[in-house]
T-cell receptor, first 114, second 114 residues
Framework: AQTVTQSQPEMSVQEAETVTLSCTYD???????LFWYKQPPSRQMILVIRQEAYKQQNATENRFSVNFQKAAKSFSLKISDSQLGDTAMYFCAFMNDNNNDMRFGAGTRLTVKP | NAGVTQTPKFQVLKTGQSMTLQCAQDMNHEYMSWYRQDPGMGLRLIHYSVGAGITDQGEVPNGYNVSRSTTEDFPLRLLSAAPSQTSVYFC?????????????FGAGSRLTVL
């Protein structure tokens, strides 16, 4: 079974600075997708960024970017110019292309300090 | 607004009681799923459906029952609630086919079993 590991239960960063959240996963598949979801105190799950495993180029969405290292099975999220509104739980998730079971990591609680 | 609607948002049950968490989506998504979120464990898949009349088990299906009689609705039933089922439950949906299609989540339902 696929597993997703987020080794940082909590992190903090000063406003306007950069922070990187780590995620590793385990799979024997070649075609899969990786996601980062944000869960603010409202509890709503919000997609931050998505990466297809067959794409070598790292995905970027405004201040959010990933470092996807397929051989190392690593998928870290970099948040640049951190804002107070980035304070949330962040979940890394993995999904094979040929099944319907999305696996989530345990989450990293990020606090952005003014 | 289009999206995934979950009801109720909060519920308190006594051990042994039954209840149904409702989930409806108006995006004509083929795939629907239920997750539970527990502290330190991320989200775990309970059951999912790839279309009306088709359901399957996820990672933690015991104690839960589902059915999919229409494309729009995917209720989750607890037949005899146990304290171990205290959790936050999320319904999510997406277009069928590729795992690249993004999950849209409902706002969550917090269930407490006494």
């Amino acid at each position: 079974a696929q597993t997703v590991t987020q080794s940082q239960p909590e992190m903090s960063v000063q406003e306007a600075e950069t922070v990187t959240l780590s995620c590793t996963y385990d799979t024997s598949e070649n075609n899969y997708y990786l996601f980062w979801y944000k869960q603010p105190p409202s509890r709503q799950m919000i997609l931050v960024i998505r990466q297809e495993a067959y794409k070598q180029q790292n995905a970027t969405e405004n201040r959010f970017s990933v470092n996807f290292q397929k051989a190392a099975k690593s998928f870290s999220l970099k948040i640049s110019d951190s804002q107070l509104g980035d304070t949330a739980m962040y979940f890394c998730a993995f999904m094979n292309d040929n099944n319907n079971d999305m696996r989530f990591g345990a989450g990293t609680r990020l606090t952005v300090k003014p | 607004n289009a999206g995934v609607t979950q009801t109720p948002k909060f519920q308190v049950l006594k051990t042994g009681q039954s209840m149904t968490l409702q989930c409806a989506q108006d995006m004509n998504h083929e795939y629907m799923s239920w997750y539970r979120q527990d502290p330190g464990m991320g989200l775990r898949l309970i059951h999912y459906s790839v279309g009306a009349g088709i359901t399957d088990q996820g990672e933690v299906p015991n104690g839960y029952n589902v059915s999919r009689s229409t494309t729009e609705d995917f209720p989750l039933r607890l037949l005899s609630a146990a304290p171990s089922q205290t959790s936050v439950y999320f319904c999510a949906s997406r277009q069928g086919g590729s795992g690249a299609n993004v999950l849209t989540f409902g706002a969550g339902s917090r269930l407490t079993v006494l």
